[in-house]
Nanobody
């Protein structure tokens, strides 16, 4: 059984940075693509960033491109999301997800394992 545990969320001001982490267990981490999604109150869950099994392939939503960086450390079974120049519209619960294949996708229904989320709040 896969377990994904997010950490690193918090309350910050606009322009600040945060780094989210997601620790995975339960199956061979290095075999699978990972992604971050987010969900703001009253909105649907949306794609943020994804990374392929090797880390060489990445994909970003237009809204975060140039500000956020996804990375992974397969030796530590952990995926990260470095978030810079945060904006109030980045406020959401951020979820880590693992796909059952090596390659990324933007659709949440393509991911079969999910963490419980970590809250990120950006004040103006």
């Amino acid at each position: 059984q896969v377990s994904l545990v997010e950490s690193g969320g918090g309350l910050v001001q606009a322009g600040d940075s945060l780094r989210l982490s997601c620790a995975a267990s339960g199956r061979t981490f290095s075999n699978y693509a990972m992604a971050w999604f987010r969900q703001a109150p009253g909105k649907e869950r949306e794609f943020v960033a994804a990374i392929s099994w090797t880390g060489r392939g990445t994909d970003y939503a237009d809204s975060v491109k140039g500000r956020f960086t996804i990375s992974r450390d397969n030796a530590k079974n952990t995926v990260y999301l470095q978030m810079n120049r945060l904006k109030p519209e980045d406020t959401a619960v951020y979820y880590c997800a693992q796909r059952g294949t090596a390659y990324t996708d933007r659709h949440p229904d393509k991911y079969d394992s999910w963490g419980r989320g970590t809250q990120v709040t950006v004040s103006s």
